[in-house]
Nanobody, 131 residues
Framework: QEQLVESGGGSVQAGGSLKLSCTAS????????IGWFRQTVGKGREWIAT????????YYTDSVRGRFTIAHDAAQNTVYLQMNSLEPEDTNMYYC????????????????????????WGQGTQVTVSS
């Protein structure tokens, strides 16, 4: 089973930047789409952004659009999340997730926003933003 490994988390001050990486143990093109979620203790996972591996389409939740950028590098088997203008409210555990092509889930807005449409998950990386 393909493994996803996140890295790049850390602590920054408000206004700063971080770049998260999600590397697949096999091939990212075996996934139809790869996305990022975040979660605080006691709350559900919030969808942030997704990249479609076939056509490069990207989707963002409103709270991060214009600040965060998701990018898929098939040659590196990696998906990146560049996070700029970070705010204390962005403090969370960040997870990457992928939907294998075998599930047949389309890479489109209504589907990629749903946490239940991802069947491969990483272990998470912590992001802390101080004011």
């Amino acid at each position: 089973q393909e493994q996803l490994v996140e890295s790049g988390g850390g602590s920054v001050q408000a206004g700063g930047s971080l770049k998260l990486s999600c590397t697949a143990s096999k091939y990212t093109y075996s996934a139809n789409y790869i996305g990022w979620f975040r979660q605080t203790v006691g709350k559900g996972r919030e969808w942030i952004a997704t990249a479609c591996t076939a056509n490069g389409d990207t989707y963002y939740t409103d709270s991060v659009r214009g600040r965060f950028t998701i990018a898929h590098d098939a040659a590196q088997n990696t998906v990146y999340l560049q996070m700029n203008s970070l705010e204390p409210e962005d403090t969370n555990m960040y997870y990457c997730a992928a939907e294998p092509k075998g599930f047949g889930t389309p890479c489109s807005g209504p589907y990629v926003r749903d946490v239940n449409n991802y069947h491969r998950w990483g272990q998470g990386t912590q992001v802390t933003v101080s004011s």
